[in-house]
């Protein structure tokens, strides 16, 4: 099914790359990197550019969900916004901290794109109602897990998050029909990650994925996939780097929201916590 809520077109061809075919990918490599100029192409020349056949056009515009090219065409017409006005490229470590800075505040409206808000509101009630909340992330996602796992402890509402990929199955089996496994990873593939989905599932918990692609793996064995993704910032390291950076925004909002729902006893825990942090601060 196509996207069709305003300005989530790039967002969601971007969230399906990876499950193309080499010859889709680069068709839609051309999609992401010229949006404006497509408007104005035809498939043939898309094609060309491309390097592949017109009926490849076509077909790669119909694996994204889209009836076929000129409705991609109308749609990504529909989201053009103006011109950008070229700017120098940042030549000190400042100016390109600050460029970052810029580019994320820029690329919002991409990273909340194919975000459903029915399903962020299931995922906040899911967590502040589970019987046992179990974290998992590997790689570069490993971080994550562990920081969400502990900023949730910190409003009252245990969570684990173990970094061995043994102890996250086995704990992920243990799970039970009552409980929630929240598996944060930007490339949807991670076969550890795949592994303690699986062993949730077989437990009967529910599974809930952070992810920057909306076909992998691991969506496949999630209940619930919240997808956000944005623009590279660099052209290189999208699963590095730039899958992350919303990924941690996202749980932040998540937190925030967790908090609010669990009301007056996250407020208490959250005191808690802060006399404990206070005690261990040096002067």
């Not at 680069?26 to 408007?39: I, Q």
């Not at 570069?140 to 998050?161: C, F, Q, T, Y």
């Amino acid at each position: 099914m196509a996207v069709t809520a305003p300005g989530g077109v790039l967002a969601h061809i971007r969230s399906l790359l990876p499950s193309l075919l080499p010859t889709e990918r680069a068709v839609a490599a051309v999609f992401l990197d010229r949006a404006g100029d497509v408007v104005e192409m035809s498939s043939q020349q898309v094609a060309e550019v491309a390097g592949a056949s017109r009926a490849t056009v076509v077909r790669t515009a119909q694996s994204l969900g889209f009836s076929g090219y000129q409705q991609l065409r109308v749609l990504l017409a529909r989201d053009a916004g103006p011109a950008a006005v070229p700017h120098a490229a940042p030549d000190t470590p400042g100016a390109m901290v600050a460029s970052t800075f810029a580019h994320v505040g820029a690329s919002v409206p991409a990273m909340v794109a194919l975000l459903d808000h029915v399903d962020v509101a299931r995922v906040v009630d899911l967590l502040a109602t589970a019987g046992r909340v179990l974290v998992v992330g590997n790689g570069l996602s490993a971080p994550l897990a562990v920081d969400a796992a502990a900023r949730m402890v910190g409003i009252g509402r245990h969570a684990e998050a173990p970094l061995d990929v043994i102890s996250q199955q086995v704990s992920a089996r243990q799970l039970g029909a009552g409980d929630a496994l929240l598996v944060i990873s930007g490339s949807g593939a991670n076969q550890s990650s795949v592994r303690a989905a699986e062993a949730a599932r077989q437990s009967g918990a529910t599974v809930v994925l952070v992810t920057a692609f909306g076909r992998s793996p691991l969506v496949a064995h999630a209940d619930i996939a919240l997808v956000v993704g944005m623009p590279d910032l660099t052209f290189r390291d999208e699963l590095t780097l730039t899958s992350r950076v919303p990924q941690v925004i996202l749980l932040e909002g998540l937190l925030a929201a967790l908090t609010e729902r669990l009301g007056a006893p996250a407020a208490t825990a959250a005191a808690l916590t802060l006399e404990v942090i206070s005690a261990n601060l040096a002067d």
